[in-house]
């Protein structure tokens, strides 16, 4: 495994594709620390929310980012999950709700917010051993990463996970309506003119829309390994 250790693992794909579970379960499975770039445009959302202030105020929201402190750190409970910490607030919980969620969507297409949140996020996978995801991190954030993933879904898988994922939250949302927010979602993210969502020339791409959590993760797992034998032949030689 030590010859996997420096590697740098993006996965970028559309909401709702599974990134967050794969990411984290891959990282676990090769010891690498799992860096979730949502975690902290969500953050940015709810402190946004919080103080009132408009998400189409770009220089506002720009400079909020500039003054907040987010924190990424492995859950002390040790089964792997990860803990974002907002100005020394344990946000976790918080940020998974459907308002900031879709209050994240629209901060993300803020130039000034995503220029802020790329060098934090460059800064903390520079060393590799990281597994990231994202929706721009093999295109922009880490264009050279040693293995780039775009992992996607059928629009209706995607929504039915989304849907699944807040029923058991106890959010009361409706099928139909979620579907059609997921396609509006690809369709900004695409569209934005700051990192939008774009597949790397090099990604592998997987479609996980029949395929299970740990299935994705080992295929992952085993391109990484692969990965890692090419790149230590280049070094001997």
Same mark, same amino acid.
């Given at each position: 495994?030590?010859?996997?250790?420096?590697?740098?693992?993006?996965?970028? %794909?559309?909401?709702?594709?599974?990134?967050?579970?794969?990411?984290?379960?891959?990282?676990?499975?090769?010891?690498?620390?799992?860096?979730?770039?949502?975690?902290?445009?969500?953050?940015?959302?709810?402190?946004?929310?919080?103080?009132?202030?408009?998400? !189409?105020?770009?220089?506002?929201?720009?400079?909020?980012?500039? &003054?907040?402190?987010?924190?990424?750190?492995?859950?002390?409970?040790?089964?792997?999950?990860?803990? @974002?910490?907002?100005?020394?607030?344990?946000?976790?919980?918080?940020?998974?709700?459907?308002?900031?969620?879709?209050?994240?969507?629209?901060?993300?297409?803020?130039?000034?917010?995503?220029?802020?949140?790329?060098?934090?996020?460059?800064?903390? %996978?520079?060393?590799?051993? @990281?597994?990231?995801?994202?929706?721009?991190?093999?295109?922009?954030?880490?264009?050279?990463?040693?293995?780039?993933?775009?992992?996607?879904?059928?629009?209706?898988?995607?929504?039915?996970?989304?849907?699944?994922?807040?029923?058991?939250?106890? !959010?009361?949302?409706?099928?139909?309506?979620?579907?059609?927010?997921?396609?509006?979602? !690809?369709?900004?993210?695409?569209?934005?003119?700051?990192?939008?969502?774009?597949?790397?020339?090099?990604?592998? @791409?997987?479609?996980?829309?029949?395929?299970?959590?740990?299935?994705?993760?080992?295929?992952?797992?085993?391109? @990484?390994?692969?990965?890692?034998?090419?790149?230590?032949?280049? &070094?001997?030689?």
């Amino acid at each position: 495994m030590s010859a996997e250790r420096n590697l740098i693992i993006a996965i970028d %794909g559309p909401v709702g594709s599974g990134k967050s579970t794969v990411a984290r379960r891959i990282a676990e499975m090769l010891g690498y620390v799992y860096i979730d770039s949502g975690a902290m445009y969500r953050s940015v959302a709810l402190k946004a929310l919080r103080q009132g202030i408009p998400l !189409d105020d770009a220089g506002t929201l720009t400079e909020l980012t500039r &003054q907040t402190r987010i924190d990424l750190r492995v859950d002390s409970r040790g089964d792997g999950s990860q803990q @974002v910490v907002l100005d020394g607030e344990n946000v976790t919980a918080p940020i998974r709700t459907l308002e900031v969620a879709q209050a994240a969507s629209r901060v993300a297409v803020v130039q000034g917010v995503r220029e802020v949140l790329v060098a934090e996020q460059r800064r903390a %996978g520079a060393a590799g051993g @990281v597994v990231m995801e994202g929706r721009d991190i093999g295109s922009v954030v880490f264009p050279d990463a040693d293995l780039k993933i775009f992992l996607t879904a059928s629009p209706e898988i995607r929504a039915e996970r989304r849907w699944r994922e807040h029923q058991q939250k106890g !959010d009361s949302i409706d099928l139909t309506r979620t579907l059609v927010e997921i396609r509006e979602r !690809d369709r900004r993210d695409r569209e934005r003119a700051t990192s939008p969502l774009v597949q790397a020339p090099d990604a592998v @791409v997987v479609d996980s829309t029949a395929m299970e959590p740990e299935e994705v993760a080992r295929l992952v797992v085993m391109l @990484v390994r692969e990965q890692a034998t090419r790149t230590t032949q280049t &070094q001997s030689k």
